[in-house]
Structures are given as structure tokens and as C-alpha cells.
């Protein structure tokens, strides 16, 4: 059985906190990966954990070994996020940012939607869901920050361009 501080450490070295989007509507979700070469420890996962495995035949580059993925949105992720959090060392404002985007979800859909009516030939009185605008603005700020906690390299303050 794999404890959840052994996750957190996968998570850590391995594994990837951030977001995607899904739908038409290009809707953001909250998603946790972590890819490896060991294709047997992804399927011990998956029986654990649940999940979405993804195995590519080729490695990344020439003469590397094949890897794959197991991946979690939505609901599957905010279990994982919510138990590893306290041991994770390196991605933890990410994923304290994921479940907050992750948890936006849990608002009402009164909260979340404005219902606004559409004119079809037809069918009078449809009314069609649409993302209020301030929560896809709260959506894509937090997407934005996770992205760039994610990024490679010194992080940058955007807030300030000078340079000591």
C-alpha cells in the first residue's frame, strides 16, 4: 500500500500540479500527473488511487525508455491534493492553488452561471448556461499563477521589472 507521504513525494520529483481545459466551452480543471517508466507502479496506482493512465510506445527523445502517465481532474484530484498536501515540500502552493480552483466548483451553479435566454427557430424560451464572468476571470488568474510556479528556471516577480 502506498502512503500518502510517498505520494506526495512522487508528486514532488515526479509529477506535475496544474490545470487543463475540457469541453467546447474550454471549461479549466484542476489536474495532477505523475509519468514514469514503470508502467507496473502507474497500474499499482491506478488500483489504488484511481485515475487515468496514458502509455506512449516511444521515449521522449531517441534511445529513451517508453514512459507513461497517470493522471486525476476535478473530484479525483482534490483527494489526492487534499491528503498529500501536508508533505508535499516543493509543489505545495500549487496545490493549494488547485484545490481552490478545484473547489470554486462546489458554488451553486446560481453562483456559478448566468442563465441568459437564446432565440432557436423553434424553441422559445431556451436559456443557456454561461460562466459568469467573474469566476472565469478568478479561473484564469489562478490557472496563470499555477503556470508560472510550474515554469523552469528563476522565478521572476512580474510585479517588478527591475533588475538588482
Known amino acids: 500500500m502506498i502512503s500518502w507521504e510517498y505520494m506526495a513525494g512522487m508528486i514532488d520529483a515526479d509529477g506535475s500540479i496544474g490545470t487543463t481545459t475540457t469541453g467546447a466551452k474550454r471549461n479549466v480543471v484542476g489536474r495532477v500527473i505523475i509519468a514514469n517508466t514503470n508502467q507496473e507502479f ?18 521522449a527523445k531517441e534511445g529513451w525508455k517508453p514512459f507513461g502517465s497517470i493522471s486525476w481532474t476535478n473530484r479525483q484530484a482534490e483527494h489526492i491534493l487534499v491528503n498529500i498536501l ?28 448566468d442563465y441568459v435566454p437564446k432565440s432557436v427557430e423553434g424553441l422559445n424560451g431556451r436559456v443557456v448556461a454561461q460562466l459568469k464572468p467573474e469566476v472565469r ?13 510550474n515554469k523552469r528556471g528563476v522565478p521572476v516577480d512580474r510585479k517588478s521589472t527591475r533588475l538588482n
Not at 42 to 59: C, D, E, V
Not at 92 to 109: D, S, Y
Not at 137 to 149: G, H
Open 42 to 59: 502507474l497500474y499499482t496506482l491506478k488500483a489504488q488511487f484511481g485515475g487515468t493512465i496514458s502509455i506512449r510506445k516511444q521515449g
Open 86 to 113: 501536508p508533505f508535499l515540500l516543493i509543489k505545495k502552493k500549487q496545490a493549494e492553488l488547485c484545490l481552490e480552483l478545484i473547489q470554486m466548483k462546489n458554488a451553486t451553479k446560481n453562483e456559478r452561471y
Open 137 to 149: 476571470a478568478k479561473e484564469t488568474e489562478i490557472r496563470e499563477m499555477i503556470t508560472d510556479l
